[in-house]
Protein backbone atom coordinates (compact mmCIF):
# COMPACT_ATOMS: atom_id res chain seq x y z
CA UNK A 1 0.00 0.00 0.00
CA UNK A 2 2.81 2.54 1.11
CA UNK A 3 4.53 1.92 -2.42
CA UNK A 4 1.42 2.50 -4.36
CA UNK A 5 1.08 5.91 -2.63
CA UNK A 6 4.63 6.59 -3.19
CA UNK A 7 4.27 5.97 -7.20
CA UNK A 8 0.98 7.89 -6.84
CA UNK A 9 2.44 10.97 -5.04
CA UNK A 10 5.63 10.42 -8.00
CA UNK A 11 3.02 10.95 -10.92
CA UNK A 12 1.14 13.60 -9.32
CA UNK A 13 4.74 15.14 -9.13
CA UNK A 14 5.81 14.33 -12.03
CA UNK A 15 2.18 15.81 -13.46
CA UNK A 16 2.92 18.98 -11.98
CA UNK A 17 6.04 20.06 -13.41
CA UNK A 18 5.07 18.70 -16.62
CA UNK A 19 2.05 21.05 -16.26
CA UNK A 20 4.78 24.18 -14.97
CA UNK A 21 6.91 23.45 -17.89
CA UNK A 22 4.64 22.94 -20.93
CA UNK A 23 3.67 26.95 -21.61
CA UNK A 24 7.79 27.42 -21.32
CA UNK A 25 8.10 24.81 -23.78
CA UNK A 26 5.25 26.06 -25.79
CA UNK A 27 6.02 29.52 -25.93
CA UNK A 28 6.03 30.47 -29.59
CA UNK A 29 9.66 31.60 -31.22
CA UNK A 30 7.84 33.31 -34.20
CA UNK A 31 8.83 36.74 -34.31
CA UNK A 32 9.03 39.28 -36.64
CA UNK A 33 6.92 42.76 -37.65
CA UNK A 34 3.76 43.26 -39.38
CA UNK A 35 2.83 46.47 -41.34
CA UNK A 36 -0.77 46.18 -42.67
CA UNK A 37 -2.45 49.11 -44.56
CA UNK A 38 -5.36 49.76 -46.57
CA UNK A 39 -9.13 48.50 -45.85
CA UNK A 40 -11.50 50.27 -43.41
CA UNK A 41 -13.96 48.33 -44.00
CA UNK A 42 -11.27 45.58 -42.60
CA UNK A 43 -10.21 47.41 -40.36
CA UNK A 44 -11.67 45.61 -37.08
CA UNK A 45 -11.09 42.48 -38.04
CA UNK A 46 -7.69 43.29 -38.95
CA UNK A 47 -6.91 44.78 -34.97
CA UNK A 48 -9.02 42.40 -33.46
CA UNK A 49 -6.99 39.46 -35.17
CA UNK A 50 -3.60 40.81 -34.30
CA UNK A 51 -4.63 41.05 -31.26
CA UNK A 52 -4.94 37.61 -30.50
CA UNK A 53 -2.26 36.69 -32.74
CA UNK A 54 0.12 38.43 -30.16
CA UNK A 55 -0.89 37.07 -26.95
CA UNK A 56 0.05 33.45 -28.74
CA UNK A 57 3.40 35.32 -30.69
CA UNK A 58 4.75 38.29 -28.57
CA UNK A 59 7.39 38.54 -30.35
CA UNK A 60 5.59 39.46 -33.23
CA UNK A 61 5.06 43.45 -33.68
CA UNK A 62 1.75 44.56 -35.75
CA UNK A 63 0.66 48.00 -36.63
CA UNK A 64 -2.37 48.75 -38.83
CA UNK A 65 -3.82 51.72 -40.33
CA UNK A 66 -6.65 52.39 -42.70
CA UNK A 67 -6.76 55.07 -45.62
CA UNK A 68 -9.54 52.65 -48.22
CA UNK A 69 -8.47 49.72 -49.92
CA UNK A 70 -6.65 51.14 -52.85
CA UNK A 71 -3.68 52.41 -50.72
CA UNK A 72 -3.22 48.90 -49.51
CA UNK A 73 -1.75 47.34 -52.75
CA UNK A 74 -0.30 50.64 -53.25
CA UNK A 75 1.61 50.19 -49.51
CA UNK A 76 2.61 47.09 -50.71
CA UNK A 77 4.16 47.79 -54.03
CA UNK A 78 6.57 50.70 -52.65
CA UNK A 79 7.27 48.58 -50.10
CA UNK A 80 6.07 50.39 -46.81
CA UNK A 81 3.91 47.64 -45.92
CA UNK A 82 3.64 43.96 -46.02
CA UNK A 83 -0.16 43.46 -46.17
CA UNK A 84 -2.64 45.31 -48.17
CA UNK A 85 -6.15 45.22 -47.25
CA UNK A 86 -8.32 45.40 -50.26
CA UNK A 87 -12.42 45.01 -50.52
CA UNK A 88 -11.42 43.35 -54.04
CA UNK A 89 -8.75 41.08 -55.48
CA UNK A 90 -6.16 43.54 -56.91
CA UNK A 91 -4.41 40.69 -58.51
CA UNK A 92 -7.14 41.44 -61.30
CA UNK A 93 -8.36 44.34 -62.96
CA UNK A 94 -11.27 45.83 -61.73
CA UNK A 95 -13.37 48.81 -62.87
CA UNK A 96 -11.04 52.00 -62.83
CA UNK A 97 -8.64 50.02 -61.20
CA UNK A 98 -5.45 48.42 -63.02
CA UNK A 99 -4.37 45.13 -61.12
CA UNK A 100 -0.85 45.23 -59.21
CA UNK A 101 1.58 43.12 -60.99
CA UNK A 102 3.53 40.24 -58.52
CA UNK A 103 1.07 40.64 -55.80
CA UNK A 104 -0.58 37.69 -54.21
CA UNK A 105 -4.33 38.26 -52.82
CA UNK A 106 -5.53 36.01 -49.69
CA UNK A 107 -9.23 35.62 -49.08
CA UNK A 108 -9.89 36.67 -45.73
CA UNK A 109 -13.27 36.89 -44.93
CA UNK A 110 -17.11 37.70 -46.53
CA UNK A 111 -18.11 41.65 -46.42
CA UNK A 112 -21.64 42.47 -46.44
CA UNK A 113 -22.42 46.17 -47.84
CA UNK A 114 -25.46 48.10 -47.21
CA UNK A 115 -27.32 51.23 -48.04
CA UNK A 116 -27.65 52.95 -44.63
CA UNK A 117 -29.65 56.03 -43.73
CA UNK A 118 -29.93 58.42 -40.58
CA UNK A 119 -32.46 56.57 -38.12
CA UNK A 120 -35.02 59.52 -38.54
CA UNK A 121 -35.37 58.77 -41.77
CA UNK A 122 -38.91 57.10 -42.35
CA UNK A 123 -37.76 54.69 -45.30
CA UNK A 124 -36.72 51.00 -44.65
CA UNK A 125 -36.81 49.66 -48.12
CA UNK A 126 -35.38 51.04 -51.81
CA UNK A 127 -35.28 49.26 -55.31
CA UNK A 128 -32.39 48.86 -57.07
CA UNK A 129 -34.11 51.65 -59.44
CA UNK A 130 -34.52 54.20 -56.87
CA UNK A 131 -31.28 53.87 -55.26
CA UNK A 132 -29.61 54.24 -58.81
CA UNK A 133 -31.82 57.17 -58.97
CA UNK A 134 -30.86 58.83 -55.61
CA UNK A 135 -26.92 58.45 -56.15
CA UNK A 136 -27.07 59.69 -59.43
CA UNK A 137 -28.89 62.79 -57.85
CA UNK A 138 -32.21 62.62 -60.45
CA UNK A 139 -34.32 61.68 -57.44
CA UNK A 140 -33.22 64.48 -54.40
CA UNK A 141 -36.70 64.20 -52.00
CA UNK A 142 -37.46 61.67 -49.92
CA UNK A 143 -40.83 62.18 -50.36
CA UNK A 144 -40.25 60.78 -54.13
CA UNK A 145 -39.64 57.49 -52.40
CA UNK A 146 -41.80 57.22 -49.52
CA UNK A 147 -40.47 59.37 -47.13
CA UNK A 148 -41.02 62.47 -45.88
CA UNK A 149 -40.66 65.83 -47.77
CA UNK A 150 -37.18 66.63 -47.03
CA UNK A 151 -34.39 66.89 -49.22
CA UNK A 152 -31.91 63.46 -49.57
CA UNK A 153 -28.45 64.14 -48.09
CA UNK A 154 -25.75 62.11 -49.91
CA UNK A 155 -23.04 61.09 -48.29
CA UNK A 156 -20.27 59.32 -50.52
CA UNK A 157 -16.77 57.68 -49.88
CA UNK A 158 -13.98 59.12 -52.41
CA UNK A 159 -12.52 57.19 -55.13
CA UNK A 160 -9.88 54.86 -54.07
CA UNK A 161 -12.63 53.12 -51.19
CA UNK A 162 -13.11 49.45 -51.24
CA UNK A 163 -16.62 50.01 -50.20
CA UNK A 164 -17.47 52.56 -53.04
CA UNK A 165 -16.16 50.16 -55.65
CA UNK A 166 -18.11 47.58 -54.51
CA UNK A 167 -21.68 49.72 -53.50
CA UNK A 168 -21.61 50.79 -57.51
CA UNK A 169 -20.91 47.64 -58.92
CA UNK A 170 -23.52 45.64 -56.68
CA UNK A 171 -25.73 47.67 -55.55
CA UNK A 172 -26.26 50.40 -58.15
CA UNK A 173 -25.14 48.26 -60.86
CA UNK A 174 -22.46 49.92 -61.98
CA UNK A 175 -24.21 53.20 -61.78
CA UNK A 176 -23.07 56.82 -61.48
CA UNK A 177 -22.21 58.59 -58.06
CA UNK A 178 -22.89 61.95 -57.17
CA UNK A 179 -19.90 63.69 -56.01
CA UNK A 180 -20.54 67.28 -56.01
CA UNK A 181 -23.84 69.62 -55.08
CA UNK A 182 -25.40 71.34 -52.16
CA UNK A 183 -27.30 67.65 -50.81
CA UNK A 184 -23.72 66.08 -51.03
CA UNK A 185 -20.62 64.91 -48.25
CA UNK A 186 -17.61 63.04 -48.35
CA UNK A 187 -16.53 60.48 -45.97
CA UNK A 188 -12.34 59.43 -45.76
CA UNK A 189 -12.97 56.57 -43.66
CA UNK A 190 -15.94 53.65 -42.63
CA UNK A 191 -15.68 55.53 -39.37
CA UNK A 192 -16.50 59.23 -41.09
CA UNK A 193 -19.26 57.42 -42.93
CA UNK A 194 -20.57 56.03 -39.41
CA UNK A 195 -20.62 59.46 -38.11
CA UNK A 196 -22.02 61.84 -40.88
CA UNK A 197 -24.80 59.23 -41.30
CA UNK A 198 -25.78 59.14 -37.44
CA UNK A 199 -25.13 62.77 -37.20
CA UNK A 200 -27.08 64.50 -40.56
CA UNK A 201 -30.34 64.32 -41.08
CA UNK A 202 -31.69 62.88 -44.00
CA UNK A 203 -28.95 61.45 -44.75
CA UNK A 204 -28.05 58.20 -47.05
CA UNK A 205 -24.89 56.76 -47.27
CA UNK A 206 -23.37 52.77 -47.70
CA UNK A 207 -21.23 51.02 -45.23
CA UNK A 208 -20.07 47.13 -44.36
CA UNK A 209 -22.91 45.71 -41.50
CA UNK A 210 -19.86 45.24 -38.94
CA UNK A 211 -20.26 49.74 -38.12
CA UNK A 212 -24.11 49.25 -38.33
CA UNK A 213 -24.82 46.89 -35.14
CA UNK A 214 -25.69 49.74 -31.90
CA UNK A 215 -25.54 52.65 -34.31
CA UNK A 216 -27.97 55.84 -34.81
CA UNK A 217 -28.14 54.28 -38.68
CA UNK A 218 -30.15 51.68 -40.25
CA UNK A 219 -29.31 48.90 -43.05
CA UNK A 220 -32.03 49.18 -46.08
CA UNK A 221 -34.01 46.70 -47.16
CA UNK A 222 -32.63 46.72 -51.15
CA UNK A 223 -35.34 45.01 -53.20
CA UNK A 224 -37.27 43.77 -49.97
CA UNK A 225 -34.27 41.81 -49.15
CA UNK A 226 -32.59 42.81 -45.83
CA UNK A 227 -28.99 42.62 -45.97
CA UNK A 228 -28.38 39.88 -43.43
CA UNK A 229 -25.63 37.17 -43.11
CA UNK A 230 -28.27 34.28 -43.85
CA UNK A 231 -29.36 36.24 -46.97
CA UNK A 232 -25.56 36.02 -48.15
CA UNK A 233 -25.41 32.82 -47.41
CA UNK A 234 -28.83 32.26 -49.73
CA UNK A 235 -27.62 34.28 -52.33
CA UNK A 236 -30.50 36.58 -52.04
CA UNK A 237 -28.67 39.76 -51.07
CA UNK A 238 -25.90 40.14 -53.48
CA UNK A 239 -24.11 43.19 -52.42
CA UNK A 240 -21.62 41.91 -50.63
CA UNK A 241 -17.54 40.73 -51.95
CA UNK A 242 -14.40 39.05 -50.16
CA UNK A 243 -11.95 40.69 -48.21
CA UNK A 244 -8.47 40.41 -49.10
CA UNK A 245 -4.98 40.75 -48.09
CA UNK A 246 -2.49 41.38 -50.83
CA UNK A 247 0.88 40.43 -50.54
CA UNK A 248 4.14 41.17 -52.45
CA UNK A 249 4.52 37.60 -53.88
CA UNK A 250 3.61 34.26 -51.75
CA UNK A 251 3.23 35.95 -47.81
CA UNK A 252 6.31 33.78 -45.98
CA UNK A 253 7.61 33.62 -41.94
CA UNK A 254 5.17 35.97 -39.38
CA UNK A 255 3.01 37.43 -42.46
CA UNK A 256 2.01 34.18 -43.59
CA UNK A 257 1.60 33.33 -40.23
CA UNK A 258 -1.00 35.81 -39.46
CA UNK A 259 -3.12 35.35 -42.64
CA UNK A 260 -3.03 31.75 -41.53
CA UNK A 261 -4.47 32.92 -38.41
CA UNK A 262 -7.23 34.75 -39.83
CA UNK A 263 -8.33 32.13 -42.03
CA UNK A 264 -8.03 29.37 -39.86
CA UNK A 265 -11.64 27.54 -38.40
CA UNK A 266 -10.74 28.95 -35.09
CA UNK A 267 -11.03 32.66 -35.52
CA UNK A 268 -13.13 32.28 -38.84
CA UNK A 269 -15.78 30.83 -36.57
CA UNK A 270 -15.06 32.14 -33.50
CA UNK A 271 -14.45 36.68 -33.76
CA UNK A 272 -15.12 36.87 -37.23
CA UNK A 273 -18.46 35.78 -36.64
CA UNK A 274 -18.65 38.42 -33.69
CA UNK A 275 -17.76 41.10 -35.95
CA UNK A 276 -20.45 40.29 -38.32
CA UNK A 277 -18.43 38.99 -41.15
CA UNK A 278 -19.39 35.87 -42.89
CA UNK A 279 -17.12 33.25 -43.05
CA UNK A 280 -15.18 31.80 -46.12
CA UNK A 281 -16.63 28.39 -45.75
CA UNK A 282 -19.79 29.75 -45.56
CA UNK A 283 -20.08 30.64 -49.13
CA UNK A 284 -20.01 27.44 -51.89
Not at 88 to 103: H, I, M, N, R, Y
Not at 199 to 211: A, E
Request: charged share 20%; hydrophobic share 40%.
Amino acid sequence: MKFIKSLSVAAMAIALITTAVAPASAASTLSGKIVINGSSALLPLTLQAANEFKKLNPKVKISASAAGSVTGPQAVRKGIADIGACDWDASTDVPGFKKFEGQVASKVAVIPFAAVVNSGVKVDNLSTQQLKDIFSGKITNWKDVGGDDATIIVVNRPFGSGTRVNFQQKALEGGTLMDKGNNTKTAAKSGDMKTNIETTPNSIGYIDLVYVAGSKMKALKLNNVSPTEANVINGTYKVWNYGYFMTKGQPTGATKAFIDYIRSTKFQNGSLKKLKFIPLSAIK
